[in-house]
Nanobody, 135 residues
């Protein structure tokens, strides 16, 4: 059975840090590009960050660039998102997603940043972990 299980979400004060994890099982994690997607309250899905299958290439949405770091450990079948300098607007449900199609097929580089142009159709999704940034 394919599973993606996120963890690490919590209530944190503005300026604080969290590390999200996504544990994968039931598929060959190391051949999938991985993505973090979030959904803020009352908003649509929003691409946050992606990493290629080998971990050598990473991509970030502009609002999180420099604050968030995506990484993966293929030996442990785990994806991470280190989130620093958290802001109230980072409050959201965070999902990890896996897809065999290279994420670069759905990213466009323009004006110094990456933009996601896909339709959020991924091979596998997790159930999400909730991050609340509030004082």
């Amino acid at each position: 059975e394919v599973q993606l299980v996120e963890s690490g979400g919590d209530l944190v004060q503005p300026g604080g840090s969290l590390r999200l994890s996504c544990a994968a099982s039931g598929f060959t994690f190391s051949v999938y590009d991985m993505t973090w997607v979030r959904q803020r309250p009352g908003k649509e899905l929003e691409w946050v960050s992606s990493i290629n299958s080998g971990g050598g290439s990473t991509y970030y949405e502009d609002s999180v660039k420099g604050r968030f770091t995506i990484s993966r450990d293929n030996a442990k079948n785990t994806l991470y998102l280190q989130m620093n300098s958290l802001k109230p607007e980072d409050t959201a449900m965070y999902y990890c997603a896996a897809d065999q199609t290279p994420i670069t097929k759905t990213l466009r580089f323009y004006g110094g940043g990456y933009y996601y142009t896909g339709d959020y159709v991924f091979n596998h999704w997790g159930m999400g972990t909730h991050v609340v940034v509030s004082s």
